[in-house]
């Protein structure tokens, strides 16, 4: 990293310092735990765009499947609704992969023509029936057990963290079957792929009840850290909380906040030690050599099709990786509240802000980017306050305006990034 | 008589509506389609820029019902809608003019383009949001049927009925009046036949004479009514939520690139193979079915291959179908 790499850091380490000591310091360090999360899926995003010029727009679907993982892994499984129909669902699901693989065969044996393509079609169509009769009522009786609570499967039941490799290799297989049909054509196809299958991603998570409880929404997952409200009894905590003057219960909460930060960045770091030494490899170098001159590179005898799915998968994996932490870090799945511009749009603005091709600028999009996300709001609220003093209070259009502060962001956002584009295509801190 | 039965429910509840909602998403995707085949980019800001579109419609709408004009039984909306091409019209060649012109100049990758539609998008969408909220807002008025169920059962005697909104009969007509429109001008203009000749052979048509700006010009003024009328009649018939309008995205794209990607009757063809595909497989066939069957032989079950929340996947699997055996899509649009 360079010395203005290091120098930009050091400026959004002390304004998340100014944060703490001029608004709270438990609303630095949410800030600070989303900003390593968003770190790392900006980082997903930058192997994908940065060393490979790959554009996924799915990023929301990706970091939901890790959110998933957690819910699956770490949840403890519900007996009634595993004896009600928990054979029947995974039967169903095993009916509908092999109805998929048997179609497969038949279009590789089969010789093409109208029959290869009748055959086909028959064969899926008697795999949906199957399928369906099977799957329908072992669904139907999981979601009839104790709904209010439960109405799922469950999961392992096993500890939270093994959740999060759990989510890589879950978006990481996803990743696959989307860029084994989209990669290879044109580029915007992958784009076009991957926004299709985050929606789907996010409608199955809403409607299949028995895996993830649909909107009724799984809460209550074990986190890795202590939870603040465990750690208000414990006496060294209120002693601590004496020493700074603290109240016990903001004290508790920042220490949790603390543990998570620590076990983030860990992860945050890990992940940039990885992609520094894969960029730095001979791997890297063809990766780059691919982005910048595809013929070429297939000229060289490089299979660039293989290699961008490989990067593709990487990338959501990491991606899946994040959201996993995410939702061990909320304690909650919420499948509805994913919403693209949110997960998708919004990190890559962190990749660009930051500076495609170079991991520690996105890092720092991340970071910068997540601040701004967060602190625009009520600059926004301060702004139209400020347009609307001259007018008369409870007036319609008055009212209007102050609602809708909100909205500002997206527009700070898009001007950031349409910026950025324009005058410092390079990012923040550029590729070397 | 069964048979007649089945056919008016089925009209009903599947072929009208999707009829109208494939020539709402046929305007989208000739939108995408134009753009894609003159500038040569995935054009991302398709639904926001149709939403705000709509959202100035709804704006002179309402101006307009306050002035107590009004052109009943049409909505009043199709009054308004000059006004939302005008507004377009100007903020869509502002954004080319800030935004995209200089790409073109630098001749930036194709991927750079799509990411500033991306910017675009995110400031479009807070614009939006910033006028019409996230709710959903009923723009609708004048009358609402041209025939409804009861008038069509007491007219015919069958058991079933047959309603047609105004909106779904306004969105039809009004989709075939462009499209018919879009291809004269296309072939017979000299302005269209020089848009074509952009499109098919970039150095060809600037060796004759043809002016870019011109062209490009051009294309997003036919882009900005095309969407307008889009947006506009998606939100007779539906409502107007910003969020719709995103989510409009993917089968727009679908339906262009299933017709072949800057193939104008492509995206006409691929919208409505679309919409019929998403409406066909979430509907339940149950009814249709009940009169179509023997006696005895009647479904139990909805008879519907899969929940409405899933038509997202319906278009997809369309999609990946196409990029599996025909990546050219129907009618041999370009591909890499």
């Known amino acids: ?432 | 008589m069964e048979f007649l039965n089945a056919l008016v429910t089925l009209s009903n509840f599947m072929l009208v509506p999707a009829l109208a909602y494939g020539s709402q998403l046929a305007l989208g995707a000739l939108g995408i389609t134009l753009i894609y085949s003159i500038l040569r980019f995935a054009h991302f800001a398709h639904g926001d820029t149709m939403a705000l579109g709509t959202a100035a419609v709804i704006g002179g709408t309402f101006f307009l019902q306050g002035q107590g004009i009004g052109i009943a039984p049409l909505p009043t909306a199709l009054l308004a809608v000059p006004f939302g091409v005008l507004v377009m019209v100007g903020y869509l060649l502002a954004a080319d003019r800030l935004v995209y012109r200089y790409y073109r100049r630098v001749r930036a990758k194709p991927m750079i383009f799509v990411m500033a539609s991306l910017g675009v998008m995110f400031v479009t969408n807070g614009i939006t949001r910033l006028f019409m909220g996230v709710g959903e807002t009923r723009f609708e008025d004048g009358e609402r049927f041209v025939f409804s169920v009861r008038e069509f059962r007491a007219f015919t005697g069958l058991a079933e009925g047959l309603a047609l909104r105004n909106a779904q009969a306004i969105t039809i007509v009004t989709a075939l009046i462009v499209m018919i429109v879009l291809f004269w001008f296309l072939t017979r203009t000299r302005a269209g036949k020089s848009m074509r000749a952009y499109s098919d052979n970039e150095d060809l048509a600037l060796l004759s004479g043809i002016n870019p700006e011109r062209v490009v010009t051009i294309t997003w003024v036919i882009t900005a009514i095309l969407l307008v009328l889009a947006g506009t009649l998606y939100g007779l018939d539906k409502g107007f939520r910003a969020f719709n309008y995103f989510q409009l995205l993917l089968p727009m794209f679908a339906a262009a690139i299933l017709g072949g990607l800057g193939s104008p009757i492509g995206a006409i063809v691929g919208a409505y193979v679309v919409a019929f595909a998403e409406m066909g497989v979430t509907f339940a066939w149950r009814r249709v079915a009940g009169y179509l069957l023997p006696e005895g032989f009647e479904p139990s079950g909805m008879v519907q291959l899969l929940p409405v929340d899933y038509k997202f996947a319906v278009t997809f699997m369309i999609l990946v179908i196409v990029l599996l055996f025909r990546p050219t899509g129907i009618f041999k649009g370009r591909v890499l």
Not at chain 1, 153 to 182: D, N, Q
């Open chain 1, 1 to 432: 990293m360079t010395a203005r790499g290091f120098g930009l850091f050091a400026l959004m380490g002390l304004v998340l310092l100014g944060v703490g000591a001029l608004q709270s310091w438990q609303l630095a360090i949410t800030i600070l735990n989303m900003s390593l999360i968003s770190a790392i899926m900006a980082l997903g995003v930058n192997m994908q765009w940065g060393y490979a010029g790959l554009f996924n727009v799915g990023v929301m679907g990706f970091t939901a499947i890790g959110g998933l993982a957690v819910v699956l892994v770490a949840q403890p499984p519900v007996p009634e609704a595993w004896a009600a129909g928990g054979m029947g669902a995974l039967l169903g699901l095993l009916l509908g992969v092999a109805s998929i693989l048997a179609a497969v065969v038949v279009y590789k044996r089969l010789p093409k023509g109208r029959l290869r393509a009748l055959a086909m079609v028959a064969v899926l169509v008697a795999g949906y029936f199957i399928t369906s009769a099977v799957f329908g009522p072992a669904t139907q009786a999981i979601e009839a057990v104790n709904p209010a609570s439960e109405g799922y499967l469950g999961g392992l039941g096993l500890p939270v963290v093994l959740a999060w490799p759990v989510g890589a290799l879950f978006a990481g297989g996803v990743a696959w079957m989307v860029g084994k049909v989209s990669l290879g054509l044109r580029s915007d196809y992958l784009a076009i792929a991957t926004l299709g299958i985050s929606e789907i991603v996010i409608a199955v998570l809403k409607f299949e009840g028995w895996m993830s409880r649909g909107v009724n929404n799984v809460t209550g997952i074990d986190r890795p850290v202590v939870r603040p409200v465990d750690l208000q009894t414990e006496s060294w905590l209120q002693a601590l909380a004496e020493t700074l003057g603290w109240e016990v219960q903001q004290t508790a909460s920042v220490v949790s906040g603390l543990g998570y930060a620590a076990l983030f960045t860990l992860v945050l770091g890990l992940l940039i030690w990885l992609s520094e030494r894969a960029w730095t490899s001979p791997w890297g170098r063809m990766m780059r050599a691919i982005r910048d001159n595809e013929v070429s590179a297939r000229a060289m005898g490089k299979d660039v099709t293989q290699r961008h799915l490989a990067v593709f998968i990487l990338g959501s994996a990491v991606c899946g990786l994040a959201g996993a932490m995410m939702v061990s870090m909320d304690g909650q799945l919420t499948p509805g509240s994913y919403e693209p511009l949110r997960y998708t749009f919004l990190i890559w603005v962190m990749v660009i802000v930051g500076g495609s091709g170079n991991n520690w600028g996105a890092v720092l999009g991340g970071f910068v980017v997540w601040f701004l996300w967060v602190q625009v709001e009520p600059a926004g609220r301060w702004f139209m306050e400020l347009a609307t003093a001259g007018m008369a209070d409870g007036s319609d259009l008055k009212d209007h305006l102050l609602g809708s502060a909100s909205y500002m962001r997206l527009l700070t956002m898009g001007v950031a990034l349409l910026l950025m584009l324009r005058f410092a295509p390079r990012g923040l801190i550029p590729e070397r």
